[in-house]
């Protein structure tokens, strides 16, 4: 009987390897047992909201992810926010497992060089930190990765001439399409380049796009009809117009595009990333790709799905940009496993080069620290004590993207604080934002401003007044109320009976608020600092607040316990108000919110506020040392604030000195410095 053959018209390997279906359940099992059981920076909050409630998330809405979470949800283990994270750890679980059978059935023999190859290649996928940094959380990436792998295996092995490889593929991309659309795209371009290698039948082609078609228009029509049935969404998709602008996400179409660094650097930046993340040395086998027409067609798949990198901006940081590197890379380890086992066809020595597939991954993606900082409960314990400061029937307006997260979660997820109205300052000026808020008394829906003429600030403005002296107004930035209220936690709450100035130190939130910050001496601090940075951004922001209300003690104990800093100096600072101005904050750009050198340069202003110059210089010089140079930068703040403008001059001078770009900072130091 004739075996059956691949897009090249080579024969596939032999069926998938048992060792391939072990190794795909231990990487479940890793990935699950360091999954989140509490809130998650990012998005995962709305994610998880979707799914409970059966409503939309952020265009273009993932529905798929909302039917599956949802369906995942009815499993009694664990907490809710432990079973999404687990769906997204069987997801990548399922995706390497695909990875790695591809390879061994595009391989010419299925032998031992061939298996090898094909483990090294799932092991490989498993440990991308674009995998890996999104394998343990609520969301959708991986759930996207699985179907673009499977698609894969379809148009490499299953796509025989009327074949099913190319409906298979469709019907993925239908699915990656309702989860992620730009892991559709790179399916779309893989079936394209499928029809050039395999010339399939009219009928074969047509049947394929409509079969597509209805899987996509089937599960996208989840989301006008929820819609109708009063599930939350953010945005209205009950209309044509309303509903092609939920698909095409054109609230954040704004945040895709070039960035600073242009086209071409982003294109070069891109190219360093897939480059080292997927392991240069693999890049070096493309010339011995051609050597077959499958091989050919596996490099021509990973080279295509370099496009859906490149709609995003590259920024490390960001576990939901580097997720859009995903296909690429994975579809890049499959074609250079491929070839090695091509090799090893030809020299059984060439398959010892295939453990080294792992290595870029390994070396650069810090495995230890992502599967130990995925769960973070310390900010659980934040988001309990953010969601239960505000009183009842409270207006709750959050900045960050993990209050609000957090806030939906405890709602949606929980069923907590039904009573709060919640509102988003990113979202003041969305219409359906303000109907979410109907089920408050104080609001019936319609949007509400004040005569400011920036659009946001007058909608956050118009539901701070209309909820003011009626209930309890909390919000996380002290502008909003114009410094007016008693600070609890990390909110500042405007009471609606009283003047109020001062801190609750008996509220729960203060009592709790404590601990969270110490934890920040043992406890894992997330995927690129992202939980730590969260704390210490409350801490920071807390600053100011305290030392307006004569608690300078507290803000001290926070600022040293958040940045392991003993000072005697700050640990001498009492009640009283500061004598002096604190100088601006010279923040570090390569953090999202808060580095841990950014409260070292606040507690030296607040030195240099309190009457302590010296001291203040001396911690800023040891930071220097340290090589954060941007206590230069500090320096010459304090310093001008301090009447010193030729010092200033001087640390400013020093700073330059050692940075040829361009720096924000300096620009300001500059007008500060010249009056303007």
């Excluded at 314990?381 to 953010?386: H, I, K, P, Q, S």
């Excluded at 690129?528 to 004569?550: D, K, S």
Aim: with cysteine; aromatic share 6%; net charge positive.
């Amino acid at each position: 009987m004739e075996r059956e053959r691949n897009l090249a018209g080579a024969p596939s390997g032999a069926s998938e390897a048992k060792e391939l279906r072990w190794l795909a359940l231990a990487i479940f099992a890793c990935f699950a047992l360091g999954a989140a059981g509490g809130p998650h920076p990012y998005d995962a909050g709305e994610l998880a909201g979707a799914a409970a409630m059966l409503g939309g998330s952020h265009g273009p809405g993932q529905p798929l992810h909302a039917l599956l979470g949802h369906a995942v949800l009815l499993v009694p283990l664990g907490s809710i926010a432990f079973r999404l994270s687990v769906l997204s750890s069987a997801a990548a679980a399922l995706a390497a497992w695909a990875a790695g059978h591809t390879t061994l059935a595009l391989a010419a023999r299925a032998d031992r060089g061939a298996r090898v190859a094909a483990m090294s290649v799932a092991i490989s996928v498993a440990l991308l930190p674009a995998v890996l940094r999104n394998a343990m959380r609520p969301e959708v990436y991986t759930s996207a990765l699985a179907c673009v792998m499977l698609g894969a295996w379809a148009l490499a092995v299953r796509s025989s001439r009327g074949g099913p490889g190319l409906r298979i593929a469709a019907v993925l991309g239908g699915l990656a399409f309702a989860l992620h659309p730009p892991h559709a795209l790179v399916l779309g371009a893989m079936g394209i380049v499928s029809c050039f290698l395999r010339r399939p039948t009219r009928r074969e082609l047509f049947g394929s796009i409509g079969l597509g078609l209805v899987v996509t228009l089937s599960i996208l029509a989840y989301l006008p009809i929820r819609a109708s049935a009063g599930a939350a969404m953010w945005g209205d998709p009950t209309t044509p117009s309303g509903l092609f602008a939920y698909l095409s996400g054109a609230a954040y179409r704004r945040n895709l595009g070039a960035g600073e660094a242009g086209r071409a650097g982003q294109l070069a930046l891109a190219l360093r990333y897939l480059a080292v993340e997927g392991g240069g040395a693999a890049l070096l086998l493309l010339p011995v790709a051609f050597a077959r027409r499958a091989l050919r067609g596996a490099w021509a798949f990973a080279l295509v799905a370099i496009a859906a990198a490149l709609l995003q901006p590259l920024e490390e940081r960001n576990p939901d940009n580097v997720a859009y590197f995903a296909p690429a890379l994975a579809l890049t380890l499959v074609a250079a496993g491929a070839t090695i086992a091509e090799l090893s066809a030809l020299r059984p020595n060439a398959a010892l080069a295939s453990p080294l597939l792992a290595l870029a991954p390994l070396a650069f993606g810090v495995i230890g620290g992502h599967l130990a900082s995925a769960d973070l409960p310390y900010l659980e314990t934040l988001a309990f004590e953010t969601v239960d400061a505000p009183g009842p029937r409270a207006l709750l307006v959050t900045r960050t993207d993990f209050v609000a997260g957090a806030a939906m979660m405890s709602r949606d997820v929980d069923g907590a604080r039904p009573d709060l109205a919640l509102f988003v300052e990113g979202l003041a000026t969305s219409s359906w934002h303000w109907r979410s808020l109907r089920g408050h008394p104080l609001f019936d829906g319609r949007p509400r401003r004040s005569g400011d003429p920036d659009p946001r600030v007058a909608f956050v403005e118009g539901a701070v007044e209309t909820a003011r002296g009626r209930v309890e107004v909390a919000v996380e930035e002290s502008a909003t109320l114009r410094g007016h209220g008693v600070v609890r936690g990390n909110l500042l709450v405007a009471l609606p009976t009283r003047a109020s100035g001062g801190v609750e130190p008996r509220s729960m939130a203060e009592r709790v608020l404590p601990a969270v910050v110490s934890s920040l001496a043992w406890a894992p601090p997330g995927d690129h600092e992202v939980g730590a940075q969260i704390v210490r951004f409350v801490v920071l922001a807390r600053t100011e607040l305290l030392f307006a209300r004569r608690a300078g003690d507290v803000a001290a104990r926070d600022l040293s316990v958040a940045s392991g800093t003993e000072l005697a100096g700050l640990r001498e600072i009492g009640r009283g108000p500061l004598p002096r101005r604190l100088a601006p904050l010279v923040r570090d750009p390569a953090y999202f919110l808060c580095s841990r050198e950014d409260l070292v340069r606040r507690a030296a202003t607040v030195l240099a506020a309190a009457g302590r110059p010296v001291e203040a210089a001396a911690v800023l010089g040891a930071q220097a040392a340290r090589g954060e140079d941007r206590a230069l930068l500090e320096l010459a703040w304090i310093q001008r604030e301090d009447g010193l403008s030729l010092a200033a001059r001087t640390s400013l001078d020093a700073y330059r000195a050692a940075h040829v770009d361009p720096d924000p900072e300096v620009g300001r130091l500059e007008e500060a410095l010249s009056g303007r």
